[in-house]
């Protein structure tokens, strides 16, 4: 796959895994999630960096993922930590980092000039390992933009990282998610512009399946392209919410069939179903079908 289009991939699902424990690593493709993100920060202690840079390589070099993607998040820049998460990341072939606690774009330059490096020093194709960026902050949500194009040949995209935005906004947790309103829009409008990918935050109340449904349509109908979560039990549903239906595949397929044969005839504005329709509703529509075709269940011919 050209790096191009490992760029714009299907990620609906990306699930955290401690790459500190081996028993996780080793089968967790058989979940299928879209993408696996191998935790070096948040879930591995401080005295156990080490032994879990050892087993992440380890995973890296022996297991096939069967072609579920594998990001590593590895610790902020603040930490001593992040530059040999990196090597060692490149060094077992890693499809991509995730910067934690990611603020300004001279962070993700910083990040990639390391990448470059370990590339050169491991062998492996330059530009061939991805980025993403955490962003955890009021000060990241502000530079999201230029976060977005900080590397264009590598950026997959962003992700806002709830419980550290929470902490610094100073707000509580809401069913309704209104503390996350603003942070959420801002980030998704700075991806939208730049052209990259955005992805939603973790749900941890494994407990709570509806209001996990609930947060997942909702970002759906934001327009965020897939969410973190922590179980494979959370897969299903995520999945189903991102993946188009029947009904929405059919309807993309006349319109944009109607369009190109409005267009071929010289007509630019017309109603099919009673609704007026344009040009401008193809884009949407090719969309609803690149997904179907991505997450396997379009078998038209567009």
């Known amino acids: 796959m050209s790096i191009d289009k490992r760029l714009k991939r299907l990620r609906r699902s990306m699930m955290f895994l401690n790459a500190q424990r081996p028993g996780l690593l080793k089968d967790a493709y ?32 022996s297991v096939d993922y069967r072609g579920v993607e594998r990001i590593v998040r590895i610790n902020a820049l603040d930490t001593p930590h992040w530059q040999e998460d990196i090597r060692v990341s490149v060094a077992g072939g890693a499809d991509g980092i995730r910067i934690a606690k990611c603020e300004t774009a001279e962070d993700v330059k910083t990040v990639v000039k390391h990448i470059e490096k370990a590339e050169e020093e491991f062998g492996r194709e330059l530009g ?25 040949r590598r950026m997959i995209g962003v992700a806002i990282s709830g419980g550290d935005y929470r902490k610094s906004m100073q707000a509580e947790f809401s069913p309704d998610g209104i503390e996350m309103a603003a942070g959420r829009s801002n980030m998704l409008i700075a991806a939208r512009a730049a052209g990259v990918q955005c992805f939603d935050t973790v749900f941890t109340d494994l407990d709570d399946m509806e209001g996990f449904r609930r947060e997942v349509i909702m970002v759906k109908k934001m327009g965020f392209d897939g969410k973190s979560i922590i179980s494979p039990r959370q897969i299903a549903i995520v999945h189903e919410v991102f993946t188009p239906t029947d009904r929405e595949i059919r309807e993309a397929e006349r319109i944009v069939r109607t369009v190109r044969e409005q267009a071929a005839q010289g007509i630019g504005v017309f109603t099919l179903d009673g609704k007026m329709l344009d040009i401008a509703f193809v884009p949407g529509a090719e969309r609803v079908i690149e997904l179907a075709k991505a997450s396997g269940v379009y078998e038209g011919d567009l």
Do not use: G, H
Not at 30 to 56: G, T
Not at 143 to 151: F, G, Q, R
């Open 30 to 61: 058989v979940y299928r999630p879209d993408c696996l993100l191998l935790d070096l920060e948040d879930a591995v202690a401080e005295n156990q960096k080490d032994a879990a840079r050892f087993s992440l390589y380890n995973a890296l070099k």
């Open 128 to 152: 061939s390992t991805l980025v993403m960026a955490a962003l955890e902050s009021p000060l990241a949500i502000i530079n999201a933009y230029a976060i977005c194009t900080a590397c264009p």
